[in-house]
């Protein structure tokens, strides 16, 4: 065949650029959006935030009211050492109302568009940081505590012990994990050291035995049972049921671990309260003693909506703390505004983008209202009576009922919060399967977890029930689940199977 050309006309489906960045905005978390919100204003110079003018106009407002204060009270103010023009920021608060950004989808109303109003009128209300990234105050630095390991190499500089001792004890304990127990066997330590410093497995245990007399108690244990071991010998004698709890860690662990409390009775030789108390004993013992040593950053989550119930209904409102404020700079403005040649063509590029970014962070946010709004009408069960009250949803239903397509019901329910009376919870919580009732409605499967979880917390604990019971106490209620579906809930829900959670 010979090459030839041709021309075919065909239509397609085309993402404009401002959809893509609609869409990319709708899919991100709010750290994720502040993050990306801080990248576009280090490269866009048209955008930034609103905050500088919030500050100016409280600080000259609250020069005024010193002004307008009578000249006594100014002496008392000066009196003190204290400014009257040192108001905090925070004290002030914008207006609340917020106009509705123009559209600029439309090209000859875009050219018409005069870039003033942007300045003033197209923001975004909602709160962020300061413009320049720098705190009114000095930031608080939190006090660290020491870690394990600091707190070990102290009680050790504090021992009479030889260096050498000390320099194998600090060795060792290097080789503790983040739960304070040393894995690695100590044979195969010895073998992993140079053989020029004559350390055998030997010496190396009985640096091992000093270790484990160090704070916190139980520190330096192989295994479990060496753990609880080191706490119950590091208590008084007098401490009652010791002795026979020490002869359970050492011996008879595992049936402790499955409830096997008449192997226990047979093996102590004693009665329900005695091993009950032997039991109550272990149990308040620290399996993880380095755990209180282990640094981590507390994560918070910052919702994107509030519910809260007025006058009879559950309105979702959103969180202001999580709207950032966005705007265009005045100054570049008014420079494009009285110059248009194309000289200025790249600001008036960035003048695009922003108009572009402002706007679509605001639909982001309106479909996210719309969407929980949604969600809080389909789920005021919930709301008034917790869990059990769920009802089953789809993101399909939610889509057809605002007109979306689900993807977009996806996006927006993955990583936002809705803070509740009743707590936090992702947009993804309000969604989930459904069961068949004998009646031939439905029932979610939450509100299946929820029977399941109160069904356990009301039961006897000498005769908890079993996966099948449970399954024969939710038929009676109408809500026909398999054993094995039971099973899945409870493993969910991290309940222990029926032996385990037995009790004397």
């Known amino acids: 065949m010979k090459p030839s050309l041709q021309l075919k006309l065909s239509q397609h489906l085309t993402l404009t650029p401002q959809l893509q960045q609609s869409i990319r905005l709708l899919q991100l978390s709010t750290l994720e959006l502040n993050q990306e919100l801080e990248r576009f204003l280090q490269e866009n110079p048209l955008l930034e935030r609103e905050e500088e003018e919030g500050e100016e106009g409280a600080a000259a407002a609250a020069t005024a009211a010193a002004e307008a204060q009578p000249t006594g009270e100014i002496q008392e103010f000066d009196a003190a050492t204290t400014s009257a023009t040192e108001t905090p920021a925070d004290d ?232 950032p404020k966005l705007r265009i700079n005045r100054m570049y403005a008014d420079i494009l505004s009285r110059n248009r040649d194309s000289s200025y063509q790249q600001l008036s590029g960035q003048l695009q983008e922003a108009k572009w970014l402002i706007k679509n962070v605001q639909q982001r946010f309106d479909t996210i209202l719309r969407v929980s709004q949604c969600i809080v009408d389909r789920q005021r069960h919930f709301f008034e009576h917790g869990e059990v009250a769920m009802r089953p949803l789809v993101l399909r239903e939610i889509a057809e009922i605002l007109g979306l397509h689900e993807s977009t019901v996806s996006r927006v329910t993955t990583q936002k919060f809705m803070l509740t009376p009743r707590g936090i919870f992702e947009l993804k919580y309000f969604f989930g399967s459904h069961v068949s009732t004998e009646t031939g409605g439905a029932c979610s499967a939450t509100a299946i977890r929820a029977l399941i979880k109160q069904l356990v917390g009301e039961e006897d604990s000498k005769h908890p029930l079993s996966d099948s019971q449970i399954s024969e106490i939710l038929g009676k209620q109408g809500i026909v689940v398999a054993r094995r579906t039971i099973a899945k809930y409870r493993e969910s829900l991290q309940i222990l199977p029926v032996n385990l959670r037995k009790s004397i």
Not at 176 to 188: N, P, V, W
Not at 216 to 243: F, H, I, K, N
């Open 92 to 323: 002030y608060e914008a207006p609340p109302d917020v106009p509705e950004v123009p559209d600029v989808g439309d090209e000859p109303a875009r050219e018409a568009m005069d870039d003033a109003d942007w300045v003033d009128e197209g923001s975004y209300a909602g709160s962020g940081g300061n413009a320049d990234g720098e705190d009114g105050d000095f930031p608080q630095v939190p006090t660290g505590s020491p870690s394990l390991r600091e707190h070990l190499f102290w009680q050790l500089n504090m021992t009479t012990m030889p260096d050498r001792d000390k320099r194998i004890t600090e060795l060792l304990v290097d080789s503790l994990d983040d739960d304070g127990y040393l894995k690695q066997d100590l044979a195969e330590l010895a073998a992993l050291l140079p053989e020029e410093l004559g350390i055998d497995e030997e010496e190396l245990l009985v640096c091992l035995r000093h270790l484990q007399q160090l704070e916190p108690a139980g520190v330096g244990a192989r295994t479990l049972g060496e753990c609880l071991q080191l706490q119950l010998q590091a208590m008084p004698e007098s401490t009652p049921y010791r002795q026979m709890a020490l002869t359970v860690v050492k011996n008879h662990l595992d049936a402790l671990a499955t409830r096997d409390y008449a192997k226990l009775k047979k093996a102590l030789r004693c009665e329900d309260d005695v091993l009950r108390e032997v039991q109550r004993l272990i149990i308040g013992l620290n399996p993880r003693p380095g755990l209180t040593f282990s640094k981590e950053d507390a994560r918070y989550v910052v919702s994107d909506v509030i519910v809260r119930k007025i006058k009879g209904a559950w309105i979702a409102a959103l969180n202001p703390d999580a709207m």
